[in-house]
């Protein structure tokens, strides 16, 4: 367990990490900020692509063998990475290490699902959370602190013995849980997921840009394909016999719910990871490790609750955890739909912990009820689908979000007679942020009402001795 939290923490950790270095490589290499911005989306294509796959690749290959390749690639895409001359060899490490992450990643929640008994999992799955969630809300934190005493280079170099130890570890004591089969591939099931995920990522992602929106024809195209694409890849494992992604499992009601809520929660964190950080930096004129100062103590906070509410959740069931959850969920986001030039960094400091204690509450427990649901054949179905749902979703609460902020800081800049003017630029980036946190408060209110109509599920199933 330690060498796979190790290795996916790196991983979910790099996702985030590069957001507030991003103005600097834009500055290094000479590049926009729609060209920089790829380095975040082309890892999370990545992401969309090989996570619904991972089902498939969970049952052809040991587990080992698994956990091996993507350390190479993790390994390998950060090497890269830290070492880049041009901006085209750092996107190509990054692409790399995504590779590694999306093989990384589902191991992770499979593992959990097959050595732990379901009363026992809501603390195992808070492990998780303490990677899934707390790896990316400090990421912007740390990295912060790199670029302002270090330099860019230091948040792909970082990671680098972390995941030698996690090999190290690996090597030794991973076990293969999983025996080595030849299940049928069906490789129109491949190319539907590849085109469904990826673009729908992709088309989510390129609105957010401030160039296109969401009416240009390469985003259109983009949701189109994408949706069509995914919609045909959900038809044909209806069909087939062994299909690649069994989505049957959604017929179970709290496995949907499971998935509901934790779309709606990523909307949330994801978008606040980004938003925050340029709030502090844009709209208060501090420093990048200002900006990670303030973050800090949610981070922190976000990895104790995870373990804290995975023990909740075994006691007193989801029900109990997931309302209270986004009650303080809804009351941070609307605080900061209301954030000015003059808020104060303890108000920052105090409703974004606030906002991480929630979010834990609601990942954790929603995801592992669902998953509880499901029979132990269908364990790498059910994780391929949250994490896939984890990644997508963040990308298009991001793509909302940025696209709000985009659309309102424009509005107040075409109002003013000197667009240009510092104290215009500061006050048009406030009000779009205002905009964008009060989606994210609709979002927050309608998971509180489906939150209500959790149930707690509890399947008995034989463990792995």
Same mark, same amino acid.
């Given at each position: 367990?330690?060498?796979?939290?190790?290795?996916?923490?790196?991983?979910?950790?790099?996702?985030?990490?590069?957001?507030?270095?991003?103005?600097?490589?834009?500055?290094?290499?000479?590049?926009?900020?729609?060209?920089?911005?790829?380095?975040?989306?082309?890892?999370?294509?990545?992401?969309?692509?090989?996570?619904?796959?991972?089902?498939?690749?969970?049952?052809?290959?040991?587990?080992?063998?698994?956990?091996?390749?993507?350390?190479?690639?993790?390994?390998?895409?950060?090497?890269?990475?830290?070492?880049?001359?041009?901006?085209?060899?750092?996107?190509?490490?990054?692409?790399?290490?995504?590779?590694?992450?999306?093989?990384?990643?589902?191991?992770?929640?499979?593992?959990?699902?097959?050595?732990?008994?379901?009363?026992?999992?809501?603390?195992?799955?808070?492990?998780?959370?303490?990677?899934?969630?707390?790896?990316?809300?400090?990421?912007?934190?740390?990295?912060?602190?790199?670029?302002?005493?270090?330099?860019?280079?230091?948040?792909?170099?970082?990671?680098?013995?972390?995941?030698?130890?996690?090999?190290?570890?690996?090597?030794?004591?991973?076990?293969?849980?999983?025996?080595?089969?030849?299940?049928?591939?069906?490789?129109?099931?491949?190319?539907?997921?590849?085109?469904?995920?990826?673009?729908?990522?992709?088309?989510?992602?390129?609105?957010?840009?401030?160039?296109?929106?969401?009416?240009? =024809?390469? #985003?259109?195209?983009?949701? %189109? $394909?994408?949706?069509?694409? @995914?919609? !045909?890849?959900?038809?044909? &494992?209806?069909? +087939?016999?062994?299909?690649?992604?069994?989505?049957?499992?959604?017929?179970?009601?709290?496995?949907?719910?499971?998935?509901? =809520?934790? #779309?709606?929660?990523?909307? %949330? $964190?994801?978008?606040?990871? @980004?938003? !925050?950080?340029?709030?502090? &930096?844009?709209? +208060?004129?501090?420093?990048?490790?200002?900006?990670?100062?303030?973050?800090?103590?949610?981070?922190?906070?976000?990895?104790?609750?995870?373990?804290?509410?995975?023990?909740?959740?075994?006691?007193?069931?989801?029900?109990?955890?997931?309302?209270?959850?986004?009650?303080?969920?809804?009351?941070?986001?609307?605080?900061?739909?209301?954030?000015?030039?003059?808020?104060?960094?303890?108000?920052?400091?105090?409703?974004?912990?606030?906002?991480?204690?929630?979010?834990?509450?609601?990942?954790?427990?929603?995801?592992?009820?669902?998953?509880?649901?499901?029979?132990?054949?269908?364990?790498?179905?059910?994780?391929?689908?949250?994490?896939?749902?984890?990644?997508?979703?963040?990308?298009?609460?991001?793509?909302?979000?940025?696209?709000?902020?985009?659309?309102?800081?424009?509005?107040?800049?075409?109002?003013?007679?000197?667009?240009?003017?510092?104290?215009?630029?500061?006050?048009?980036?406030?009000?779009?942020?205002?905009?964008?946190?009060?989606?994210?408060?609709?979002?927050?209110?309608?998971?509180?009402?489906?939150?209500?109509?959790?149930?707690?599920?509890?399947?008995?199933?034989?463990?792995?001795?």
């Amino acid at each position: 367990m330690i060498a796979l939290l190790i290795c996916g923490f790196m991983g979910m950790f790099s996702e985030t990490a590069l957001n507030i270095a991003l103005h600097h490589l834009m500055i290094e290499f000479d590049v926009s900020a729609a060209t920089v911005q790829w380095l975040t989306t082309s890892y999370l294509l990545v992401l969309g692509t090989l996570i619904p796959i991972s089902s498939l690749l969970i049952r052809r290959f040991k587990t080992k063998k698994i956990f091996i390749t993507a350390l190479i690639f993790s390994i390998t895409g950060l090497v890269l990475a830290a070492n880049s001359p041009s901006f085209s060899m750092l996107l190509l490490g990054r692409i790399i290490q995504a590779c590694g992450t999306g093989l990384a990643t589902p191991i992770l929640f499979n593992t959990i699902l097959v050595i732990f008994p379901p009363h026992r999992r809501g603390v195992a799955m808070g492990m998780v959370s303490l990677v899934m969630m707390f790896a990316p809300a400090t990421g912007p934190a740390i990295s912060g602190f790199i670029v302002e005493y270090l330099n860019w280079h230091w948040i792909f170099l970082i990671p680098i013995p972390f995941l030698l130890l996690s090999l190290c570890l690996g090597l030794i004591h991973i076990i293969d849980l999983s025996v080595e089969k030849k299940p049928a591939i069906d490789f129109i099931s491949i190319v539907l997921s590849t085109l469904g995920f990826s673009g729908l990522v992709m088309g989510f992602s390129l609105a957010g840009e401030e160039q296109l929106g969401w009416s240009s =024809l390469p #985003v259109t195209l983009a949701l %189109i $394909i994408g949706g069509i694409s @995914l919609a !045909l890849f959900g038809w044909r &494992q209806l069909k +087939l016999e062994e299909p690649i992604l069994n989505v049957r499992v959604f017929k179970h009601p709290m496995f949907m719910m499971g998935i509901g =809520l934790t #779309v709606l929660s990523n909307f %949330i $964190i994801f978008s606040s990871n @980004l938003l !925050l950080p340029m709030y502090i &930096q844009g709209g +208060l004129g501090l420093s990048s490790a200002d900006a990670g100062l303030l973050l800090l103590p949610g981070g922190i906070i976000n990895g104790i609750m995870a373990l804290i509410t995975g023990h909740l959740f075994d006691k007193f069931g989801p029900r109990w955890v997931v309302i209270p959850g986004f009650i303080f969920g809804t009351i941070s986001v609307l605080v900061f739909s209301q954030i000015t030039t003059t808020t104060n960094g303890l108000t920052i400091i105090i409703f974004y912990t606030l906002l991480m204690v929630g979010m834990s509450m609601i990942t954790t427990p929603s995801q592992t009820n669902g998953l509880n649901q499901l029979q132990r054949s269908n364990y790498p179905d059910g994780t391929a689908i949250v994490n896939t749902t984890i990644q997508t979703s963040g990308a298009i609460g991001t793509a909302i979000a940025v696209s709000i902020l985009n659309r309102n800081q424009n509005a107040i800049l075409s109002q003013v007679s000197n667009p240009e003017s510092p104290v215009a630029k500061v006050e048009a980036i406030v009000y779009g942020i205002q905009h964008s946190y009060t989606f994210a408060v609709i979002i927050a209110i309608i998971g509180l009402i489906c939150s209500l109509f959790i149930k707690r599920v509890l399947v008995t199933q034989p463990t792995l001795k």
